[in-house]
């Protein structure tokens, strides 16, 4: 069993950034994939950005290459979204996930965090 809280999340104008982190209980971390998910009002939820278990292997979603960057420490049981040059449409509620495979469809992971708010204004 695993347990993830995400904070970070807010309200920031166009062109900030957010620092959104993920931290897991549990001493099974490390077997893993990570994910950042993000839900917005009428729309399904999307993958933002993944990261495999050992943090060696990453994925992006096509709207976020080049803004956000995804790392994690097994030390620390934490993954982290570094989100730059934040637009309008990257407000949602965001997610971390965990999950055996490494794969961008939401059904496949196992366990989720309560979700942060991110709201950017134009």
């Known amino acids: 069993q695993v347990q993830l809280v995400e904070s970070g999340g807010g309200l920031v104008q166009a062109g900030g950034s957010l620092r959104l982190s993920c931290v897991a209980s549990?001493?099974?971390?490390?077997?893993?994939?990570m994910g950042w998910f993000r839900q917005a009002p009428g729309k399904e939820r999307e993958i933002v950005a993944g990261?495999?278990?050992?943090?060696?292997?990453?994925y992006y979603a096509d709207v976020v290459e080049n803004r956000f960057t995804i790392s994690r420490d097994n030390a620390k049981n934490t993954v982290v979204l570094q989100m730059n040059n934040l637009k309008p449409e990257d407000t949602a509620v965001y997610y971390c996930?965990?999950?055996?495979?490494?794969?961008?469809?939401?059904?496949?992971?196992?366990?989720w965090g309560q979700g942060t708010q991110v709201t950017v204004s134009s």
């Open positions: 549990g001493r099974t971390f490390g077997i893993y994939h």
């Open positions: 990261i495999n278990r050992s943090g060696g292997s990453t």
């Open positions: 996930a965990a999950g055996l495979l490494f794969v961008v469809a939401p059904s496949h992971y196992d366990y």
